[in-house]
């Protein structure tokens, strides 16, 4: 049973232009999600996160939306940029007295960004 | 720098054999997990430890096991491998256990053969 979704295993965006990767996720009991950017040979670098008691959460060209209603999240890149290009991760995790805050991943997105 | 640091970062084993991985957590981090990432998937939640006890298990058997040491150090111990054990073994420290701020490792290469 896959609780995080990214059905977009690829995207392709040419430099400057907005890059929208987006997670889908079943379990309404998630209540914190994050997304991790992940290069060839290194580990997953957290990249922004966002509660689900907010919609919205920016960070410089960094943007995650939240739709608690369509389960559904995504992440705005803008603009984009050629060192932006990596495996991108959606994750989700909730805190309750079953859970521990372990990390619920998706399959990932990989991105290109084309100079 | 994530100041999690894994070794080995590759290695190869023979299916029956036992493998230990190790990680080395930032100083203060009490919880630490271990993910496991097979070729083209997401990470999966292995288990994780907050102050030397386990504090939680994904959908693994029991011959992946643990520990956590009080200097913020790790292992992960994999008995009897099996070929689908192959995948990249990542370890992720955290402050606490609410997983908001998590630092992963570059993670451990594994080849079962």
């Known amino acids: 049973d896959q609780q995080v979704k990214q059905n977009s295993p690829s995207l392709s965006v040419q430099e400057g232009r907005i890059s929208i990767l987006n997670c889908d996720y079943t379990?309404?009991?998630?209540?914190?999600f994050l997304w991790y950017k992940k290069y060839p040979a290194e580990g997953p670098t957290f990249l922004i996160s966002?509660?689900?008691?907010?919609d919205k959460n920016e960070d410089g060209r960094f943007t995650v939306f939240l739709n608690k209603s369509a389960k559904h999240l995504s992440l705005h890149i803008v603009p984009s940029q050629p060192g932006d290009s990596a495996v991108y991760f959606c994750a989700a995790t909730y805190h309750g007295s079953s859970n521990t805050g372990k990390l619920i991943f998706g399959q990932g997105t990989t991105l290109q960004v084309k100079p | 720098e994530t100041g999690v640091t894994q070794s080995p970062t590759h290695l190869i084993k023979t299916r029956g054999q036992q493998v230990t991985l190790r990680c080395s957590s930032q100083s203060g981090h009490n919880t630490v997990s271990w993910y496991q990432q097979a070729l083209g998937q997401g990470p999966q939640f292995i288990f994780q430890y907050y102050r030397e006890e386990e504090n939680g298990r994904g959908n693994f058997p029991p011959r992946f096991s643990g520990l956590q040491f009080p200097n913020y150090s790790s292992e992960l111990n994999v008995n009897a491998l099996e070929l689908d054990d192959s995948a990249l073994y990542l370890c992720?420290?955290?402050?606490?256990?609410?997983?908001?701020?998590?630092?992963f490792g570059e993670g451990s290469w594994l080849t079962v053969v």
């Open positions: 379990n309404s009991m998630f209540d914190y």
């Open positions: 966002i509660s689900s008691i907010k």
């Open positions: 992720a420290s955290s402050l606490d256990d609410r997983g908001n701020t998590i630092y």
